[in-house]
């Protein structure tokens, strides 16, 4: 495990007992450290805000403080048909539902790539979604939810989403040390910022904060960045709450946080993994006990933040911890082999077989829109979005490509597979499906259909 940076910040019966932070923001300037001041991206822990956000607005509006989280979407809305796929969804559903994560939709992370997607038009795709499981009785993360969550709350307050955060929160509890990736005031060239970074072959290697600004645009999932100092204040916050909310699914997800046990204590947890930032919330309510985690870099299954979180917790609740420094290093190591990296796929150069005209095209998807296969100086392309991917064909008897991020998202995303589609009778090239996008299917735009077969 590499981090460069680390900072912690533990409150206890209402107080911040501890804060500390090591390493530093940047590996190329040694001599700028990482203080309890500096901001981390903490990806998921934006739901925290968002949910906090979303009750005081309910709350706020003599229309809707009645049924608060329960309100319907059709209702929020003014819409009977919200979701193409299920009745039962466009008729029901809450915002409660989008909170708990209970609408059975899988997440289709990677549609945030697409940039012509703004937060007006997102509900415009989450419409399309086919539901994967069943509603309120499944549980798939889908940080889509929070987007939409976002854009209500600021349909129904009138004003931007980072700009309600700061006054209902930020401004409310001195937290001066917080931002948001998507604000025009954000500038991590002249603020106390830690940069992120991602493992690749062994290497680190910066994310660009362009690259982070477009991938958080939904803001109510992943936007904030904070430090420890101003997360010590929301553990403040949440610990000296009158009672805390606890989730009404079977999935065992209270508003933005997962629920759960830590030797008999209850806990609501919560981990943010966006590119090059890794963080971890536990709250131990009945022990007022809160605990934050920031790392810039990776954390593979969340080993280094959960044992840290168990050890302080250990400490804190008088019990003898079951870990010390070495085993935390170490960790999961003696009990458990340490994760084995993915290997890279072996990419040698394939022919295409055919022309690479016959690719070239915009394909079609009612979800994910629009992705284009061009041909760049004699080299296959798919652009989608605000990103590239070079292809290179698979020793296959099918049309199949690597699927290699280049530019911003190079070593972000992992390579993958695509597979065009041909027709039976014309052998034309007439659709692609993209592994990447949870499996869908494209369709080439300008293709005739194949010729009917005579029956006899």
């Not at 062994?202 to 958080?216: D, G, M, N, Q, R």
């Amino acid at each position: 495990m590499v981090n460069p940076g680390l900072a912690v910040s533990v409150v206890k019966d209402g107080k911040v007992v501890f804060t500390h932070a090591l390493g530093v923001k940047n590996r190329n300037v040694p001599s700028m450290p990482v203080t309890t001041n500096t901001m981390f991206g903490i990806g998921a822990l934006s739901q925290a805000f968002a949910n906090v956000l979303t009750l005081a607005t309910m709350n706020r509006s003599e229309k809707l403080r009645q049924k608060g989280v329960d309100t319907t979407l059709r209702d929020l809305f003014n819409h009977k048909a919200l979701f193409k796929h299920s009745y039962l969804r466009s008729r029901y559903a809450t915002l409660l539902d989008l909170m708990t994560h209970r609408m059975g939709f899988e997440n289709h992370k990677y549609l945030r790539l697409d940039n012509s997607t703004t937060p007006d038009q997102l509900m415009v795709r989450v419409h399309q979604i086919d539901p994967k499981g069943r509603f309120r009785d499944s549980y798939y993360y889908n940080d889509l939810m929070y987007g939409i969550i976002a854009k209500l709350t600021e349909d129904i307050s009138g004003s931007q989403w980072e700009t309600l955060v700061t006054a209902e929160i930020l401004n409310r509890l001195g937290m001066t040390s917080t931002s948001f990736f998507t604000s025009p005031a954000f500038n991590p060239f002249l603020q106390d910022v830690a940069q992120g970074y991602v493992k690749d072959n062994a290497a680190l290697y910066p994310v660009s904060y362009e690259f982070l600004k477009e991938w958080t645009r939904f803001c109510g999932d992943s936007c904030v960045l904070s430090s420890a100092n101003d997360m010590a204040s929301i553990e403040e916050y949440l610990s000296k709450a009158q009672g805390v909310p606890v989730s009404r699914t079977h999935s065992g997800v209270a508003l933005g946080f997962k629920t759960g046990q830590y030797r008999g204590w209850n806990i609501l947890e919560q981990t943010g993994d966006l590119f090059g930032y890794s963080t971890m919330m536990t709250l131990f309510p009945q022990t007022k006990l809160g605990i934050f985690i920031a790392m810039t870099g990776e954390d593979d299954k969340d080993f280094f933040r959960t044992t840290l979180s168990s050890y302080i917790a250990d400490i804190y609740h008088k019990e003898t911890p079951w870990l010390n420094s070495t085993l935390l290093c170490a960790f999961p190591l003696p009990w458990k082999a340490a994760p084995v990296p993915k290997p890279e796929p072996v990419i040698t150069e394939v022919p295409l077989t055919r022309p690479i005209s016959d690719f070239v095209g915009q394909y079609v998807n009612n979800l994910y829109g629009t992705v284009y296969v061009v041909d760049n100086m004699g080299q296959l392309e798919l652009h989608y979005g605000f990103v590239k991917f070079i292809l290179k064909r698979k020793e296959s008897s099918k049309p199949r490509f690597y699927m290699i991020p280049t530019g911003a998202a190079e070593h972000l995303i992992d390579i993958d597979t695509l597979k065009f589609s041909e027709q039976r009778i014309t052998n034309l090239i007439d659709g692609v499906n993209i592994d990447k996008f949870e499996d869908s299917d494209f369709k080439k735009v300008g293709v005739p259909a194949p010729p009917s077969v005579p029956t006899i």
